[in-house]
């Protein structure tokens, strides 16, 4: 859900800038199709090397043109979560997350699975399987909500006008 490629929807431009590493290559190939299929063009910055410079890659992003980002799930962008906000902001580059914790620590929004209703499946699976339950004759499921969070608060630091249909279809706006 790219809704930031909608100028409607009060955000800019038509380049998606990406953040992913090694971790997120798989995502990276997926957004790429996306954003063909939404006509986007594309920067990406990809990490390949330990040090993860948050300031490094915003740069390269901004100098390519980047008018929105996609922060792809990395277990090593964690730690730079609150920098990549700030860097977001500071660019005035609106983002979306496929992490609501990304939004808790100030990002703009995300889309994502339910993560508390993955954890009771998963509990669930865990269960059948002490239960005697053989795990290859489990179904695989695949996650049935999701959920969309706003962070009011960035979007008035970027001064971005969210639209009333968007707020109204978030899960939870923080304020």
């Keep these: 859900m790219l809704v930031a490629a909608n100028p409607a929807h009060g955000f800019p431009g038509r380049r998606l800038g990406i953040l992913f590493d090694a971790n997120s290559a798989d995502q990276f190939r997926a957004a790429e199709r996306a954003a063909g299929v939404l006509q986007l063009a594309t920067s990406s910055y990809e990490f390949k090397d330990a040090r993860y410079d948050m300031d490094e890659a915003f740069s ?35 983002a979306m997350f496929v992490l609501r914790s990304y939004v808790d620590r100030g990002g703009l929004m995300s889309y994502s699975a339910d993560r508390a209703a993955a954890v009771r499946l998963a509990a669930s699976y865990v269960v059948k399987i002490l239960n005697g339950a053989k795990p290859a004759d489990l179904p695989v499921e695949q996650p049935t909500k999701y959920e969309l969070v706003i962070n009011l608060k960035t979007a008035l630091a970027m001064s971005l006008d969210i639209s009333p249909t968007l707020l109204a279809r978030a899960d939870e706006v923080i304020e």
Excluded: D, Q
């Design 60 to 94: 390269s992003l901004v100098t390519n043109g980047a008018e929105m980002v996609l922060v792809l799930s990395s277990p090593l962008f964690s730690p730079h979560a609150e920098r990549i906000a700030a860097l977001c902001i500071k660019h005035r580059l609106p």
